[in-house]
Nanobody
Framework: QLRLVESGGGLVQPGGSLRLSCVVSGFNTDDYAIGWFRQAPGKEREGVLC????????IYADSMKGRFTISRANTEESAYLQMDSLTPEDTGVYYCGITPLVCRDSWTLFHSWGQGTRVTVSS
């Protein structure tokens, strides 16, 4: 019954913005961190941002600092990823997953992944 659904991806020009949504149904995530990860073509999955139940944010790479922002609405069991100043290197499929209590260092520690939403940054 637990399900995560990502949405909000699409085609944007370099320098543009997107806001991705991760909606959780059938589960209470009040004690779970929600993380965003992405997988670019031909690359391994990598962490983007994660937010804990208390609102503490983990940024997995310096390249995302100042450009990406994560937030959550616990009452709605949702998390959002605001992406600004997008570059072609941000292209990939973006996934959200959950993990108990605090953000973890590896995507392998998250579970209940959604199907992903595709982001393409191109002119």
């Amino acid at each position: 019954q637990l399900r995560l659904v990502e949405s909000g991806g699409g085609l944007v020009q370099p320098g543009g913005s997107l806001r991705l949504s991760c909606v959780v149904s059938g589960f209470n995530t009040d004690d779970y961190a929600i993380g965003w990860f992405r997988q670019a073509p031909g690359k391994e999955r990598e962490g983007v941002l994660c937010i804990s139940p208390s609102g503490e944010v983990t940024i997995y790479a310096d390249s995302m600092k100042g450009r990406f922002t994560i937030s959550r609405a616990n009452t709605e069991e949702s998390a959002y990823l605001q992406m600004d100043s997008l570059t072609p290197e941000d292209t990939g499929v973006y996934y959200c997953g959950i993990t108990p209590l605090v953000c973890r260092d590896s995507w392998t520690l998250f579970h209940s992944w959604g199907q992903g939403t595709r982001v393409t940054v191109s002119s």
